[in-house]
C-alpha cells in the first residue's frame, strides 16, 4: 500500500518561528538546502520519513504533531460555515485545509465564536420559549433553514386547512371510490390525465418513494412502502394535480419567505390533502367520537396506517364540528424531532415536548405497545398522553428499519372521551414533566440533561444533589 505524502510546511513555519530560526539555520540543522526548507513550507515538497526522524531528534518536535491532519478542526469549521448565513459561501476540503494551516489561531478563534454564538441563539430561543408561555410576545430573529421556517410556521398554526378539507370532499364526491380509494385514484389519472401507475421493485428504486415520469406519464411506487403508504403517495400525486388551486392559496396564508421553503411547504400540504381524501372528514369525525378516538379501530375502519389517522385526528377542528384538540410529537429514539403539530398549533408554551420523562421515548423499548400516561407540568397543567412506535419504510435484510415514536396528548379533561384513560391506573398521580431541561426548574430530577437558563449553577463542593447540575 502507498503511503499517505504528508504536507505540513505551515506546521514547520510555525516551529522554525518558535524556535526563532532562519530557514537557512533549520535546513544546516536538518541537513538539507534552505531551498528545499523553503519548498517544504509552501507545501511543494512533502516531508520524508527521515525528515521526521530528524525534526524529531533536532528539534524535539513531536512526528504525530506533524503528521496529524486536522480533522476534527476541519470538522468544525465545516460545521461553522454550514450556519445558514453562511452556507453559500461554503469552501471545499482543501480550502477549509488550507485556512486552518495558514492561519490555525485565527481558525481557533473564528470556532470558539461560532460555538458562543450557537450557544446564545440556543439560549434565546429557550428565553423566547419561556417568556411566550408567561404572555409576553417576542421578536427574537435568527438564521434559519428553510425546514426550520416550514415547521415553525405549521408548528405555531392549527393543523387545520379549510380550502383543502373543501376540495377533499369535493374530489370524493367525484371519485364515488366504495371501499376500493387506491382503485378509483388509479383509474382517475389514467382516464383524466393518462397516467399509469406502476410499482417497483427497491432494486429499480433505491433512493425514492415516488417518482413520476413526466414524457412516459407514468407514476412509480416504490416497493418498500407498506400498502398504506403507497396509497398515500397516489393520493398525493393526485391531489396535486386536482387540487392545485386550493393548495396554492393555502401555501400562499403560510407568508414563507423563500422558495425552498414554499416547495417544501406544498410537500406537507399535499400530505395533508392525501389524509384528509383518504379518511374524509366528517366521516372520519363520527367514526373517532363512536369509537373514543381508538386509532387501532380507526386505522383498519379506513384502511390507513396507524401515523396517518393519529395525524388525522389533530386535524379536526371544523367550525361547527370539530373533535378533541390532539397534539402530536414523531421523534427517533435519539430524540431528534421529525414533526409537531396541533388542532391548535404545537402547544410550545403549555408542554414543551422536550421532556426525556414523556412516554414518547419509553416507548422505544416496547415496540408497537401503546404507552398512557397522564403528565402534569410545572404550572399545574395537565395532559393525557399515549405514546407507540412507527416502522419506516421496509429495508431489505442488511438494511436497518427506520423506527420512530410518536405521542399524541390533549388536555387531561378530555380523558372520559377517550378510550385510552382506561389504562391510567385509578390512584395514581401526574407524572411530574416539564417543557425542557433549560426551561424546568423541578428540583431533584433524576432525568435532567441540562442545566435551566434561568438558574444559576449551585457550586457547592460540600453537598451533591441528584443531578449533575444542581442549581440554586
Not at 461553522?80 to 476540503?93: I, K, Q, R
Not at 439560549?123 to 416550514?150: C, F, K, N, Q, Y
Not at 375502519?301 to 370539530?322: D, I, K, P, W, Y
Not at 409537531?340 to 412516554?359: E, I, N, S, V
Request: aromatic share 8%.
Amino acid at each position: 500500500m502507498a503511503e499517505q505524502k504528508i504536507f505540513a510546511g505551515p506546521r514547520i513555519r510555525r516551529v522554525r518561528n518558535a524556535l526563532g530560526l532562519t530557514q537557512t539555520a533549520m535546513a544546516q540543522g536538518l541537513g538539507i538546502s534552505a531551498s528545499y526548507l523553503n519548498l517544504i513550507e509552501r507545501n511543494q515538497r512533502p516531508l520524508t520519513v527521515q525528515l521526521l526522524l530528524k525534526l524529531s531528534s533536532v528539534y524535539d518536535v513531536e512526528p504525530d504533531e506533524l503528521q496529524a491532519e486536522a480533522g476534527g478542526t476541519v470538522s468544525a469549521m465545516r460545521e461553522v460555515f454550514a450556519d445558514p448565513l453562511l452556507v453559500s459561501e461554503l469552501p471545499g476540503d482543501q480550502e477549509l485545509i488550507d485556512l486552518i494551516e495558514t492561519a490555525p489561531n485565527a481558525s481557533a478563534a473564528m470556532i470558539k465564536l461560532f460555538r458562543a454564538y450557537k450557544e446564545q441563539a440556543e439560549r434565546l430561543t429557550d428565553l423566547s420559549e419561556m417568556l411566550a408561555r408567561e404572555g409576553r410576545a417576542t421578536s427574537l430573529i435568527s438564521a434559519r433553514l428553510p425546514m426550520d421556517e416550514v415547521r415553525e410556521t405549521l408548528e405555531r398554526r392549527p393543523n387545520y386547512f379549510q380550502f383543502i378539507e373543501d376540495e377533499a370532499d369535493a374530489f370524493i364526491q367525484l371519485l364515488q371510490p366504495g371501499d376500493d380509494l387506491s382503485g378509483a385514484l388509479k383509474g382517475w389519472l389514467r382516464r383524466e390525465h393518462g397516467i399509469v401507475v406502476r410499482t417497483l421493485p427497491v432494486s429499480t428504486m433505491p433512493n425514492w418513494r415516488r417518482r413520476y415520469d413526466r414524457h412516459s406519464q407514468r407514476l412509480f411506487i416504490s416497493e418498500r412502502l407498506s400498502p398504506f403508504d403507497q396509497l398515500r403517495e397516489v393520493a398525493m400525486e393526485a391531489c396535486l394535480i386536482r387540487m392545485q388551486v386550493a393548495i396554492a392559496a393555502e401555501l400562499k396564508a403560510l407568508d414563507l419567505g423563500s422558495d425552498e421553503a414554499r416547495r417544501l411547504a406544498r410537500f406537507e400540504l399535499a400530505r395533508y390533502a392525501a389524509h384528509a381524501l383518504m379518511m374524509p372528514y366528517q366521516a372520519f369525525l363520527t367514526a373517532a367520537q363512536r369509537a373514543r378516538y381508538d386509532i387501532d379501530v380507526l386505522r383498519s375502519r379506513f384502511g390507513v396506517s396507524f401515523e396517518q389517522a393519529a395525524n388525522r385526528l389533530t386535524t379536526l377542528q371544523r367550525r361547527g364540528a370539530s373533535g378533541i384538540p390532539f397534539f402530536m410529537l414523531e421523534v427517533d429514539n435519539a430524540g431528534n424531532r421529525f414533526r409537531r403539530a396541533g388542532a391548535h398549533g404545537f402547544p410550545h408554551g403549555r408542554f414543551g415536548g422536550g421532556c426525556p420523562k414523556l412516554p414518547v421515548h419509553a416507548a422505544f423499548a416496547q415496540p408497537g405497545q401503546i404507552l398512557v400516561e397522564a403528565v402534569e407540568m410545572p404550572d399545574g397543567a395537565a395532559f393525557l398522553t399515549f405514546a407507540r412506535t412507527l416502522e419506516g419504510p421496509q429495508g431489505a435484510y442488511n438494511e436497518r428499519p427506520r423506527r420512530t415514536a410518536l405521542l399524541l396528548g390533549c388536555d387531561l379533561e378530555h380523558k372520559t372521551e377517550i378510550v385510552y384513560s382506561s389504562a391510567l391506573p385509578a390512584l395514581s398521580a401526574a407524572t411530574p414533566v416539564g417543557p425542557a431541561c433549560r426551561l424546568c426548574e423541578r428540583v431533584g430530577c433524576l432525568a435532567r440533561a441540562e442545566p435551566p437558563v434561568t438558574r444559576p449553577l449551585g457550586l457547592d463542593e460540600m453537598v451533591t444533589g441528584l443531578s449533575a447540575f444542581d442549581f440554586q
